[in-house]
């Protein structure tokens, strides 16, 4: 447990207080559906860029990817490859599309293309993928800063999710473009004073560059991989083919990303906006991740517990294993002895020696990795007997451990503040969502026409509602592996249906809605089946592939049903 200094939780509030109290304040009183759906159609495309980088990282991304690139290396920043593929095709096709047919949501469209139950049931889809992952944005600093900081967890989630709904549902989209934009600026300052407080803490004689070396002897710094195993999750295929579908379905009809750019005020503005998440968006998940591989160097040279999560060693400790626990530990520590006397001769070596250090560094990180492994199976054997839940895998503790024990005081304040604020940025982006298709599409589509004055009351209503089941969510939320694959994984399971929907709907005017309605209701259960068979081992199908399977899948249903004649419409 770590007590936070009076200087850190005044720059923790004020920072939070100041987002919230600005964001209400400056989006105040909006008198019609679309000052408050789409902000009035005035965002400049710097703000819609922000915006769109903001929705989509969220806390997890800043406690996650650090320890991902921590445990696995810089591999990670393929997953993203797919994303300025996709930028430009969302250019090009959907955002003219979209700004012609003057929607709100992306599930209009599809009502004019197709027919009702098929937007309906796009709708849905949405609805309960980006249900589930606002819970889970909440819950993820959540169950992290109360593990850490001996916070409660229920009303961290609370705190979290009032915070977000308060602006949210005052100022309407408005409100999240304009708080986003300053999240976003917290964000950026943030991680870079970590990272140059990181590299400062390295012992004089270890410039960056040498830093660099001693990631890559562990194999930190292999950031392509080019082989076509199933086996690997993150390949440069996955991520060119897998992630350009996951990206395609997220930023081209997920409501929580179309709604940002919707507020645009010119279709160019639009364009630009998504040019400018395409261009930094890689560079930015390639800088976190490269904190996180700073933060492994850093542990070279200074000691750290088996496992992060305090938590689940104390849960061993006070079992029967506390002894094996012990000699893992003393084991790890040993081996951090045997490294640090490897790093201090190694840039003093002559070349061919240095890489036989190199060698023999990278050899003791394995055998720290299979401890480490070890310890991870002790506690969840632990777990099992004592039936309670904890999360023996530590990538999402490791970042928030090196700010709470390395930062001096204030900084500290100020990471936390970047955590909560990308909590805070991405579930008002959902809740915003959620609340608007809530209303068009489900509402008002299917209860008759409303005043001005209705309508924005309803989307306050729903948003307010999607904010009270986010919060729900959270806090019946169950443990993951590692939470930023969780979010992409319930992405994975509903976007590529999706997609497949609207590509249907843009470039294959021949099928018709019956076709596609029920090649979509097909295909979602043939992907939820292929995910489970993969969950038990009984096939071998990496999450990011199902978007592209569900996308190619719903096309050549929706093709054959059309082809036989199943329906004329």
């Given at each position: 447990?770590?007590?936070?200094?009076?200087?850190?939780?005044?720059?923790?509030?004020?920072?939070?207080?100041?987002?919230?109290?600005?964001?209400?304040?400056?989006?105040?009183?909006?008198?019609?559906?679309?000052?408050?759906?789409?902000?009035?159609?005035?965002?400049?495309?710097w703000t819609i860029g922000l915006s769109v980088m903001a929705t989509q990282a969220s806390a997890i991304t800043f406690l996650s990817t650090p320890g991902q690139a921590f445990n696995d290396g810089m591999g990670f920043v393929q997953f993203y490859f797919g994303l300025p593929i996709a930028m430009i095709v969302i250019?090009?096709?959907?955002?003219?599309?979209?700004?012609?047919?003057?929607?709100?949501?992306?599930?209009?469209?599809?009502?004019?293309?197709?027919?009702?139950?098929?937007?309906?049931?796009?709708?849905?889809?949405?609805?309960?993928?980006?249900?589930?992952?606002?819970?889970?944005?909440?819950?993820?600093?959540?169950?992290?800063?109360?593990?850490?900081?001996?916070?409660?967890?229920?009303?961290?989630?609370?705190?979290?999710?009032?915070?977000?709904?308060?602006?949210?549902?005052?100022?309407?989209?408005?409100?999240?473009?304009?708080?986003?934009?300053?999240?976003?600026?917290?964000?950026?300052?943030?991680?870079?004073?970590?990272?140059?407080?990181?590299?400062?803490?390295?012992?004089?004689?270890?410039?960056?560059?040498?830093?660099?070396?001693?990631?890559?002897?562990s194999g930190k710094m292999e950031i392509l991989d080019f082989s076509f195993s199933l086996n690997n999750r993150y390949t440069f295929w996955s991520g060119i083919i897998g992630g350009t579908f996951l990206m395609l379905s997220y930023f081209g009809t997920d409501q929580s990303q179309v709604q940002r750019y919707l507020?645009?005020?010119?279709?160019?503005?639009?364009?630009?906006?998504?040019?400018?998440?395409?261009?930094?968006?890689?560079?930015?998940?390639?800088?976190?991740?490269?904190?996180?591989?700073?933060?492994?160097?850093?542990?070279?040279?200074?000691?750290?517990?088996?496992?992060?999560?305090?938590?689940?060693?104390?849960?061993?400790?006070?079992?029967?294993?506390?002894?094996?626990?012990?000699?893992?530990?003393?084991?790890?520590?040993?081996?951090?002895?045997?490294?640090?006397?490897?790093?201090?001769?190694?840039?003093?070596?002559?070349?061919?020696d240095k890489d036989l250090a190199l060698q023999e560094l990278g050899k003791i990180n394995q055998q720290d990795t299979d401890i480490k492994n070890e310890a991870r199976s002790l506690i969840e054997k632990v777990a099992e007997q004592q039936e309670v839940k904890v999360e023996s895998n530590d990538k999402d503790y490791?970042?928030?451990?090196?700010?709470?024990?390395?930062?001096?005081?204030?900084?500290?304040?100020?990471?936390?503040?970047?955590?909560?604020?990308?909590?805070?940025?991405?579930?008002?982006?959902?809740?915003?969502?959620?609340?608007?298709?809530?209303?068009?599409?489900?509402?008002?589509?299917?209860?008759?026409?409303?005043?001005?004055?209705?309508?924005?009351?309803?989307?306050?209503?729903?948003?307010?509602?999607?904010?009270?089941?986010?919060?729900?969510?959270?806090?019946?939320?169950?443990?993951?592996?590692?939470?930023?694959?969780?979010?992409?994984?319930?992405?994975?399971?509903?976007?590529?249906?999706?997609?497949?929907?609207?590509?249907?709907?843009?470039?294959?005017?021949?099928?018709?809605?019956?076709?596609?309605?029920?090649?979509?209701?097909?295909?979602?259960?043939?992907?939820?089946?292929?995910?489970?068979?993969?969950?038990?081992?009984?096939?071998?199908?990496?999450?990011?592939?199902?978007?592209?399977?569900?996308?190619?899948?719903?096309?050549?249903?929706?093709?054959?049903?059309?082809?036989?004649?199943?329906?004329?419409?």
């Amino acid at each position: 447990m770590h007590a936070l200094n009076w200087v850190d939780w005044i720059i923790l509030i004020l920072t939070l207080l100041a987002i919230v109290i600005y964001g209400t304040w400056q989006t105040r009183g909006s008198k019609n559906v679309k000052d408050y759906l789409r902000g009035g159609n005035s965002s400049k495309w710097w703000t819609i860029g922000l915006s769109v980088m903001a929705t989509q990282a969220s806390a997890i991304t800043f406690l996650s990817t650090p320890g991902q690139a921590f445990n696995d290396g810089m591999g990670f920043v393929q997953f993203y490859f797919g994303l300025p593929i996709a930028m430009i095709v969302i250019c090009m096709v959907f955002i003219p599309l979209y700004y012609r047919l003057n929607v709100y949501t992306a599930y209009e469209f599809l009502e004019n293309r197709f027919d009702l139950k098929t937007r309906t049931l796009a709708a849905v889809l949405f609805l309960i993928q980006r249900g589930l992952a606002a819970g889970i944005t909440i819950f993820a600093p959540a169950i992290i800063l109360s593990v850490v900081l001996g916070w409660d967890l229920l009303t961290l989630n609370i705190i979290i999710g009032l915070l977000v709904i308060i602006y949210t549902v005052s100022g309407g989209t408005r409100a999240v473009n304009v708080t986003q934009k300053h999240q976003m600026i917290v964000i950026f300052i943030g991680m870079w004073v970590a990272f140059f407080i990181i590299v400062g803490k390295l012992p004089e004689d270890i410039t960056f560059s040498r830093a660099l070396e001693i990631a890559g002897a562990s194999g930190k710094m292999e950031i392509l991989d080019f082989s076509f195993s199933l086996n690997n999750r993150y390949t440069f295929w996955s991520g060119i083919i897998g992630g350009t579908f996951l990206m395609l379905s997220y930023f081209g009809t997920d409501q929580s990303q179309v709604q940002r750019y919707l507020s645009g005020k010119s279709i160019k503005e639009m364009q630009l906006g998504l040019i400018f998440n395409a261009l930094l968006k890689v560079p930015m998940q390639f800088f976190i991740l490269l904190v996180g591989v700073m933060v492994f160097v850093f542990y070279q040279f200074n000691s750290a517990p088996v496992n992060f999560n305090p938590t689940a060693t104390e849960l061993v400790l006070s079992s029967e294993h506390k002894a094996d626990y012990e000699a893992l530990q003393d084991k790890h520590e040993s081996l951090f002895d045997d490294k640090k006397e490897i790093i201090e001769g190694l840039f003093a070596s002559k070349d061919k020696d240095k890489d036989l250090a190199l060698q023999e560094l990278g050899k003791i990180n394995q055998q720290d990795t299979d401890i480490k492994n070890e310890a991870r199976s002790l506690i969840e054997k632990v777990a099992e007997q004592q039936e309670v839940k904890v999360e023996s895998n530590d990538k999402d503790y490791v970042f928030i451990h090196f700010i709470l024990n390395n930062l001096p005081r204030g900084l500290i304040g100020l990471l936390l503040a970047v955590i909560l604020s990308a909590a805070m940025s991405s579930t008002s982006s959902e809740l915003n969502a959620l609340g608007s298709t809530t209303t068009i599409d489900l509402y008002i589509r299917n209860t008759g026409e409303k005043t001005e004055a209705e309508k924005v009351k309803a989307s306050k209503w729903f948003t307010f509602a999607w904010g009270i089941m986010a919060i729900a969510v959270a806090c019946v939320a169950d443990l993951a592996e590692n939470l930023i694959q969780l979010v992409n994984i319930i992405g994975s399971i509903f976007y590529g249906n999706v997609l497949g929907i609207f590509l249907l709907a843009f470039f294959f005017k021949f099928v018709k809605g019956n076709a596609v309605f029920i090649a979509a209701i097909i295909t979602q259960i043939i992907v939820i089946i292929l995910y489970f068979l993969n969950e038990y081992e009984l096939i071998n199908l990496p999450f990011l592939w199902l978007n592209f399977v569900g996308c190619i899948v719903v096309i050549f249903l929706a093709f054959l049903m059309q082809l036989i004649h199943i329906n004329e419409k």
